[in-house]
């Protein structure tokens, strides 16, 4: 397969481009300097959890090699990098005393990535609920949106005089379904709708977080859901209806009470007790910017005897009242994904149709694949078709500001623990060494081409 066609299209000059990882996922030292353990630590332990067995206690290392990481940012010539805070390594215990060294760390990495020029993006919660949290309930409990707050009123206060773009919680709709709700990711309970008072809570959170970082002098503040195109299996009615539900969980159970001040009709009536004084809060600071991240399309129809059981590895209960269904005549990524950039476009001039001047301005936060080698082609494919359809999304439009890469490296992809290699560097898990793949080298290439004369393209 070769390269494709060069050059993109022209983006505007002050377009953000960036990569993205997650403090889990790549951090390691698990032990080390105080950090507390997270619900994805207890949720690893656990056997049968992770595909290979695998956990994060090294991961990647950037703990201890975030230097030659930060270097690798710069080498490839991109403007921001979004990265995630470990909960439990700035408050191990989720709440109460802070502890300096995790801190110190985050301190370190925030001055290595000025000093090289590029913009951190910090987000302040991926996924990784202190330990101590979960075991009281987690996100199903009210107490825990109110110590989000405060954990992130002690990082803006550390790292606010260098930060001006941030990102209060990662794909909150993963943590409701998948891990409150199907039992897939951490903490492993298994609630069915019973796990939206945790949508409801991280939204919540998600709101105190906004008032606790516009008090520190904060702007920039935006969040990261998780997004895609739902489409129906047939134009019957019940396959209708069940992927106008699933449109529901994925595209809209937190985009509107962020931009409308509300929850879908057929949502709010599952939720626990009143919400409206939370939801003046949740949309009464608006976001400066709106994060989409965006994978693939969904294909969907009705439950029933003959309706697949399994969607990439996730066990669909029959109790649910949708199946999602394999969408044909697209190549796949290694982790069995369509490829599908069109929808990018599709998804985008969605929401700037439903939402009209209530929508920020958009940066699509996550957008990647998972594809093994060095040599890989297909995901240089992949970035150019998807950013080609990210620009015809401009053309149409929308207002994007930003394109942040899923993932800067090879890392410890959840349940599937390192099985999927979504990076644009190759991590030997062996010796740790980073290698610099195809894409990397193709990404660097794309975005010289972008840049005015004379401009380094960073901030």
């Not at 070769?2 to 993205?20: E, H, K, M, N, Q």
């Not at 409206?276 to 693939?296: E, H, V």
């Not at 929508?359 to 080698?373: I, K, R």
């Amino acid at each position: 397969m070769t390269s494709p066609p060069r050059p993109l299209p022209r983006f505007p000059a002050d377009f953000l481009w960036g990569v993205a990882t997650s403090a889990h996922q790549i951090e390691g030292a698990v032990g080390e300097d105080g950090r507390g353990m997270s619900s994805w630590d207890a949720f690893a332990a656990e056997p049968g959890r992770i595909r290979d067995g695998s956990d994060a206690s090294v991961a990647t290392d950037h703990y201890h090699r975030y230097a030659r990481d930060v270097a690798l940012i710069k080498d490839l010539g991109v403007g921001a990098y979004r990265f995630s805070v470990a909960w439990s390594r700035v408050l191990p215990d989720g709440a109460g005393a802070v502890n300096g060294a995790g801190l110190d760390f985050y301190d370190r990495l925030v001055d290595e990535l000025c000093a090289a020029g590029v913009r951190p993006v910090p987000t302040l919660f991926h996924w990784d609920t202190p330990l101590a949290l979960e075991k009281a309930g987690g996100w199903l409990e009210r107490d825990t949106a109110h110590r989000f707050a405060e954990y992130t009123d002690v990082v803006a206060a550390r790292l606010g005089d260098r930060v001006d773009r941030w990102i209060t919680l990662n794909e909150p709709a993963e943590v409701t379904l998948l891990g409150y709700g199907l039992g897939q990711h951490a903490p492993g309970r298994r609630l069915l709708f019973g796990a939206l008072p945790a949508a409801h809570h991280q939204l919540l959170g998600h709101g105190l977080a906004v008032q606790a970082l516009r008090a520190r002098g904060a702007d920039g503040i935006g969040i990261a859901n998780s997004h895609g195109p739902v489409r129906p299996a047939s134009d019957g009615d019940e396959d209708r209806g069940a992927a106008d539900f699933y449109d529901l969980l994925l595209n809209r159970l937190f985009a509107d009470p962020l931009l409308l001040g509300r929850y879908p009709d057929g949502i709010a009536e599952m939720l626990p007790g009143p919400v409206a004084d939370d939801l003046a809060l949740i949309a009464s600071r608006p976001l400066d910017w709106y994060g989409i991240n965006y994978y693939q399309p969904t294909l969907v129809g009705a439950p029933g005897p003959d309706a697949p059981t399994d969607f990439a590895g996730i066990a669909i209960p029959p109790e649910m009242p949708f199946s999602v269904r394999e969408i044909e005549g697209h190549p796949r990524t290694a982790f069995g994904w369509p490829v599908v950039p069109d929808a990018l476009t599709e998804l985008l001039t969605s929401f700037r149709e439903r939402y009209g001047d209530r929508l920020p301005p958009v940066v699509v936060t996550e957008n990647g694949c998972s594809y093994d080698g060095l040599d890989d082609q297909e995901r240089i494919a992949f970035l150019d078709g998807h950013l080609r359809a990210l620009h015809r999304a401009l053309e149409a439009g929308v207002d994007v500001r930003g394109y942040f890469v899923w993932s800067l490296m090879d890392n410890f992809e959840w349940a599937e623990g390192y099985t999927q290699r979504f990076g644009l560097v190759h991590i030997d898990y062996e010796t740790l060494a980073r290698t610099p793949k195809a894409s990397f080298h193709w990404l660097r290439e794309a975005l010289r081409e972008q840049r005015p004369p004379g401009s380094s393209g960073r901030p």
